[in-house]
């Protein structure tokens, strides 16, 4: 008796083609405040994505398991400069929408384990594909998108 034939499944295919997008691509959506800048960017060179209708549609319009690297920006009194970061990954899917509602109590509480008087910004960095950063990198691609632009402490 012959095997029955796997059903055509668009939504999967369609899933599995998106994921494979962006992984290739290294994409992640950078998000920093005060600057108030938001963006796509490949995390490996720290380049600005070329934004193609596929990949923004892939980033935007479907539920991923994300994982995020949040972020405090410091600068101390003697002028040297510090990141306090840490990496989640939230339970479920999200679209790219619904990534700063689920990560807004994360972010409070990496904030208020910081000295006030050192805040510069905030920023964290959301991988689609779950690919995790570790602090040289998630530094590299804050830097690159400018996260010490704002001089001044908060």
Known sequence: ???????????????????????????????????????????????SVRSSRQLIDAVCDLPHRWTIYLAVFCRSPLGERYIKGEEIVPTGQYR???????????????????????????????????ESLTEDEAARVFEAVGCWESSEPA
């Open 1 to 47: 008796m012959a095997k029955p034939r796997k059903k055509n499944d668009s939504q999967r295919r369609l899933l599995r083609a998106t994921e494979a997008l962006l992984r290739q691509n290294h994409v992640a959506i950078v998000d920093l405040l005060p600057q108030d800048k938001q963006g796509l960017i490949n995390w490996r060179n720290c380049r």
């Open 96 to 130: 790219s929408e619904q990534i700063n509602p689920a990560i807004t109590h994360y972010h409070e509480e990496l904030l208020a384990s910081c000295n006030q008087s050192h805040v510069i910004g905030t920023g964290w960095i959301a991988s689609p594909v779950g």
